[in-house]
C-alpha cells in the first residue's frame, strides 16, 4: 500500500540526497536540488534525512493515498491541499486511505519536496534511491513519474510522537531576486579583471534553458583572456561554467560529471537551495566570499538543522521556552507553530 499517481505534474521524480563515489566512472550523483528542504521533509516525519522524498517541480501532481501514513511538505510552496483543504508548509500531516494531496499553483519558488514516513519502496541503486534521468536508473524504473504510476511505502506510521511540534516556521524560498555567494575558482585565472568585476556585480537572469543539469543564465557576457576551453575536470555541483559566448551556466545534480569550459567560480553549498528554486526570469547577483567564510556559513547551517532535529524530538528543552505555540484544528488532529528557532 502506498501512493497512486492519479496525475503526474510538470517533472516529479524520487530524489534523496544523492548517489555518492561513481562520479569518477560517469554517474552523476543527481539527488534533491534543495537538499535542505529534502532533509527537513523527512526530519519532519522521523525518515533519516537521506530517504526518498519526491521532488516536485512547479505544477504538482495528484496523489492519491492508498493506506494510512504520515506526509510533510517542504521547499516551494505550490499550494499544497489536501482533501480540498488548504495545508502548511513544513509540517507533518496525517492522512488516510482516499485522501487525495494536489498543487494550485507556484507560490514562491521552484521545487517542493514530499516525505512520507517510513520511506518509499523504490530500489536502491549505487547507495541512492535517486533518479537519474540521463542513465535511466534509480527512482521509479529511472524516470519521471507518469500517470498511473504506484509506489508503495516501506514502513508508513499511523501517528508520530510529539505531534503538536511537527510544524516548523521555516522561511520560505525568496521571490524572484536572490543573491548567490560563491568561491572563486579554480579557473578564474582564464577571465578578464574588468570580465570578473562584472561577473560579480552585474545581476543575471534566468533563462528558458533551465533544469536539473543547469541553468543557462542571460546578462552580460564575461569576456575570457584567451579561451573558454580547457583540459576537461571535475566538475561539481553549482560550478559555474562559462563558454566562449561569455554567458554563465550553473551546474547542478544531474550535471554531467567533466567538463572542458572554464569555471569562473562554484556556489557554496548553503546557496545551493537558493539556485534550486530559481525559475524562469527570476534574477541572480553573485557576492564573492572566502573558503572560510563558507567553512563558517556551512558549520553554521549544519547547527541549525541539528537545532531542528532537537526540536521535532524534544531533545533541547531550551529550544522549547521560544516557542509561541498557535493551536491550528484540521479534520484529524490540532498541530502547533514552532516559532524562533535559533
Not at 524572484?176 to 578564474?188: H, I, S, T, Y
Given at each position: 500500500?502506498?501512493?497512486?499517481?492519479?496525475?503526474?505534474?510538470?517533472?516529479?521524480?524520487?530524489?534523496?540526497?544523492?548517489?555518492?563515489?561513481?562520479?569518477?566512472?560517469?554517474f552523476s550523483s543527481s539527488g534533491a536540488m534543495d537538499q535542505k528542504a529534502c532533509k527537513i521533509?523527512?526530519?519532519?516525519?522521523?525518515?533519516?534525512?537521506?530517504?526518498?522524498?519526491?521532488?516536485?517541480?512547479?505544477?504538482?501532481?495528484?496523489?492519491?493515498?492508498?493506506?494510512?501514513?504520515?506526509?510533510?511538505?517542504?521547499?516551494?510552496?505550490?499550494?499544497?491541499?489536501?482533501?480540498?483543504?488548504?495545508?502548511?508548509?513544513?509540517?507533518?500531516?496525517?492522512?488516510?486511505?482516499?485522501?487525495?494531496?494536489?498543487?494550485?499553483?507556484?507560490?514562491?519558488?521552484?521545487?517542493?519536496?514530499?516525505?512520507?514516513?517510513?520511506?518509499?519502496?523504490?530500489?536502491?541503486?549505487?547507495?541512492?534511491?535517486?533518479?537519474?534521468?540521463?542513465?535511466?536508473?534509480?527512482?521509479?524504473?529511472?524516470?519521471?513519474?507518469?500517470?498511473?504510476?504506484?509506489?508503495?511505502?516501506?514502513?508508513?506510521?499511523?501517528?508520530?510522537?510529539?505531534?503538536?511540534?511537527?510544524?516548523?516556521?521555516?522561511?520560505?524560498?525568496?521571490?524572484?531576486?536572490?543573491?548567490?555567494?560563491?568561491?572563486?575558482?579554480?579557473?578564474?585565472?582564464?577571465?578578464?579583471?574588468?570580465?570578473?568585476?562584472?561577473?560579480?556585480?552585474?545581476?543575471?537572469?534566468?533563462?528558458?534553458?533551465?533544469?536539473?543539469?543547469?541553468?543557462?543564465?542571460?546578462?552580460?557576457?564575461?569576456?575570457?583572456?584567451?579561451?573558454?576551453?580547457?583540459?576537461?575536470?571535475?566538475?561539481?555541483?553549482?560550478a559555474i561554467q562559462v563558454p566562449s559566448h561569455g554567458k554563465p551556466i550553473i551546474m547542478v545534480?544531474?550535471?554531467?560529471?567533466?567538463?572542458?569550459?572554464?569555471?569562473?567560480?562554484?556556489?557554496?553549498?548553503?546557496?545551493?537551495?537558493?539556485?534550486?528554486?530559481?525559475?524562469?526570469?527570476?534574477?541572480?547577483?553573485?557576492?564573492?566570499?572566502?573558503?572560510?567564510?563558507?567553512?563558517?556559513?556551512?558549520?553554521?547551517?549544519?547547527?541549525?538543522?541539528?537545532?531542528?532535529?532537537?526540536?521535532?524530538?524534544?531533545?533541547?528543552?531550551?529550544?522549547?521556552?521560544?516557542?509561541?505555540?498557535?493551536?491550528?484544528?484540521?479534520?484529524?488532529?490540532?498541530s502547533a507553530f514552532l516559532r524562533d528557532m535559533k
Amino acid at each position: 500500500m502506498g501512493i497512486q499517481i492519479v496525475k503526474a505534474g510538470l517533472f516529479t521524480t524520487v530524489q534523496d540526497l544523492g548517489c555518492v563515489g561513481y562520479q569518477n566512472i560517469g554517474f552523476s550523483s543527481s539527488g534533491a536540488m534543495d537538499q535542505k528542504a529534502c532533509k527537513i521533509a523527512n526530519l519532519l516525519v522521523d525518515n533519516d534525512i537521506n530517504e526518498a522524498v519526491l521532488e516536485v517541480v512547479l505544477i504538482g501532481p495528484t496523489i492519491e493515498f492508498t493506506t494510512y501514513n504520515m506526509i510533510a511538505v517542504t521547499g516551494a510552496d505550490l499550494g499544497p491541499k489536501l482533501n480540498g483543504q488548504a495545508i502548511e508548509m513544513y509540517a507533518a500531516y496525517k492522512v488516510r486511505e482516499g485522501d487525495i494531496l494536489t498543487f494550485t499553483a507556484p507560490q514562491q519558488g521552484c521545487r517542493a519536496y514530499v516525505a512520507f514516513a517510513g520511506g518509499l519502496d523504490v530500489p536502491v541503486v549505487m547507495g541512492s534511491k535517486s533518479t537519474n534521468i540521463k542513465c535511466k536508473i534509480g527512482g521509479y524504473m529511472g524516470r519521471r513519474l507518469q500517470d498511473h504510476d504506484y509506489i508503495g511505502f516501506l514502513n508508513p506510521k499511523r501517528t508520530l510522537p510529539r505531534m503538536e511540534e511537527r510544524n516548523l516556521d521555516i522561511e520560505l524560498p525568496e521571490p524572484k531576486k536572490v543573491k548567490v555567494r560563491v568561491l572563486p575558482g579554480p579557473q578564474d585565472d582564464y577571465f578578464t579583471e574588468e570580465g570578473i568585476q562584472m561577473f560579480f556585480s552585474e545581476k543575471y537572469k534566468v533563462s528558458n534553458d533551465f533544469d536539473r543539469m543547469g541553468y543557462k543564465l542571460e546578462g552580460p557576457s564575461i569576456p575570457h583572456k584567451e579561451t573558454a576551453d580547457i583540459i576537461s575536470d571535475g566538475i561539481a555541483f553549482g560550478a559555474i561554467q562559462v563558454p566562449s559566448h561569455g554567458k554563465p551556466i550553473i551546474m547542478v545534480a544531474d550535471r554531467q560529471t567533466t567538463g572542458g569550459y572554464a569555471k569562473i567560480g562554484n556556489v557554496i553549498s548553503v546557496d545551493l537551495p537558493k539556485v534550486a528554486q530559481r525559475k524562469m526570469g527570476d534574477s541572480i547577483r553573485f557576492q564573492r566570499v572566502t573558503m572560510r567564510e563558507a567553512q563558517m556559513l556551512y558549520r553554521e547551517e549544519a547547527e541549525s538543522l541539528e537545532s531542528i532535529r532537537q526540536a521535532i524530538k524534544g531533545e533541547n528543552p531550551e529550544l522549547h521556552k521560544k516557542n509561541h505555540k498557535k493551536k491550528r484544528f484540521w479534520r484529524f488532529w490540532p498541530s502547533a507553530f514552532l516559532r524562533d528557532m535559533k
